[in-house]
């Protein structure tokens, strides 16, 4: 399956922006510093728009995804090993709502702190 993730990383890395890297245990690809896409335990894991993610775990593509602290993350969904789901295409998705949400937080982050 890790086959699979180098076939995303060879198409998504040359893209203004995106890099592979490694986070723990797992093979990475981000998104101006944002993970979007990585391979844990040979599966894809992506982040998701939290509809998109419902709809996925709903069709039974995929399950929601648990880092290790217990509590299921609501965008991010690992694909059922047996799904024939287009990887590239899913990580291609993942990075579009990547930008999306970086360009939301980074609004957020320059926002003056209010002051009582």
Do not use: C, Y
Request: glycine residues 8%.
């Amino acid at each position: 399956m890790s086959d699979r993730f180098d076939d995303v990383v060879a198409a998504l890395v040359d893209k203004p922006g995106v890099e592979a890297g490694r986070m723990f245990a797992s093979r990475t690809l981000t998104a101006d510093g944002k993970v979007f896409s990585m391979a844990v335990k040979g599966r894809l894991v992506v982040k998701l728009d939290e509809t998109r993610a419902a709809n996925l775990i709903d069709s039974g593509h995929a399950d929601r995804f648990d880092p290790g602290h217990g509590r299921a993350m609501k965008q991010w969904v690992f694909i059922a090993g047996d799904a024939r789901l287009d990887w590239i295409e899913l990580s291609s998705e993942a990075i579009g709502f990547a930008e999306a949400s970086a360009g939301v937080e980074s609004k957020r982050s320059r926002r003056p702190l209010r002051t009582q």
